[in-house]
Each structure stands twice: as structure tokens, then as C-alpha cells.
């Protein structure tokens, strides 16, 4: 959910600006899909999410794409998401995230038929094997976005759940995530993308969207970027 693909174009090159031989590392606490860490470069890009099944994933893709499989059924995704802890981490985040509608975690089963004749998940599993290309020399990281508490001379790229829409499986706290980005602004340099944020934060960017909630319903959003401080 909230992949940043279709805007990642415009996002990557502000954040690259403030990439420089003075830059630790480059480091997304919710690295979701890959899609913006996969296009910046850095000597150290470190990529991390709460989520198990998702960093194994993202482990996995990077490691070993031959053994991704070219399809799953609706049989398959069913039997794994009633019997999670009889699979690997990185299958249960692979059926979990992709062969679901819309991104959402166990969202439901996609049955959508391509253009080309594919089933959605036959097209997505196959790009996936094409995509790990992007992700060598990334870092991944099961953690806490507040394991970056102590950081310094970093950039930092956050894409939070986004406050009042969908909830994720854990709750997230946006004021206490608003509060260490103040923190951690102090010592690094904390881009976020977000719809909106408090007053003490500027937008530095901005582009109008339509975001598919469901197989039938879309809506007019904008994706903003911000930095904190007036």
C-alpha cells in the first residue's frame, strides 16, 4: 500500500540533492516495495520496516530470485495465509504483499487478467524477478523507525502510514512519529511524504494524484513532501 512507483520520478531527484560526500548514509525507515531506495544512490542505503515478512522478502528478491515462483493460485495464497508459521518469512511476504489486491497485507486474492493474457499475479512475480536487480547493495532491516534515534549527518526519507486513511496491522502513533522527526531533523537531513502535516513542517513539493481505494472507487489526493521548520 502506497507505493511511491508512479511518483518516484519526482521524489528521487529533490532527495538526491541533499545526497553529498557528507552524507553517512542514506536510510528509510519504511522502506515499503523498494521503489524510491531503489534509484538512490549512496555508498549506504539502509532500508527498513517493521514487518518481518516484508524485510525477508525484500532479502530474498535481492539474494536469490530464481527460486520465485511464476504463479500462485488462489489455493496456494489461501492455504498459506490459514498457515503462516508452516512457511518461510519471505513466502508468506511474497503471496502477503504481492498477489494481493491493491498491495494491502492479505488483502484478499487478485484475480485481475492482464492485457497480455497474464493473470496479475503472473505479471507481477515476473517483474519481480526482473526487479532485483535494483536492490543489490541495499541493507535491509527488520527495526523500529526509532532505532534512528541517534543518528547523525544522514538523509532520511520517511513514508509513513498516512494519518486518518487506512489502518495498517499495527496502529500507528503520527504525533510521536512527528515528534522524532523534529528530534532527528536537528542532527540529519528528514524528508516525508505525507498528505499533511503540522504547521511547523513545509511542503516542499507537491503533485496531485488518484489513489484506487477499491476495484471500483478512486480518489483525488496530493502527494505532498515535507521538511521540518518555518
Partial sequence: ?????????????????????????????FVGGGNIISKIECNIRIGSDISPPLIELLKHVRDHPEVIPDNITE?????????KDQYPLWYVGLIGFNCTFGGKY????????QQNGETRNQSVLRNLKKWCVNLQGIEFVCCDYKQYSDIE????????????????????????????VRAVSLRNTVLVSEYQMPDDFRCIWQKDVTVNLDA??????TEKLFMWGV
Fill in 216 to 221: 471500483n472507487n478512486s480518489k483525488p489526493r
Fill in 1 to 29: 500500500m502506497g507505493s511511491k512507483r508512479r511518483i518516484s520520478k519526482y521524489i528521487v531527484p529533490i532527495i538526491q540533492e541533499y545526497i553529498n560526500e557528507n552524507t553517512t548514509a542514506y536510510i528509510e525507515p
Fill in 75 to 83: 489455493e496456494e495464497y489461501n492455504n498459506v495465509r490459514t498457515n
Fill in 153 to 180: 549527518n544522514c538523509v532520511i526519507y520517511c513514508d509513513p502510514p498516512y494519518l486518518n486513511t487506512t489502518v495498517y496491522e499495527n496502529k500507528f502513533d503520527s504525533l510521536k512519529f512527528y515528534d522524532w
Fill in 106 to 113: 492479505w488483502g484478499g486474492y487478485a484475480r485481475a487478467i
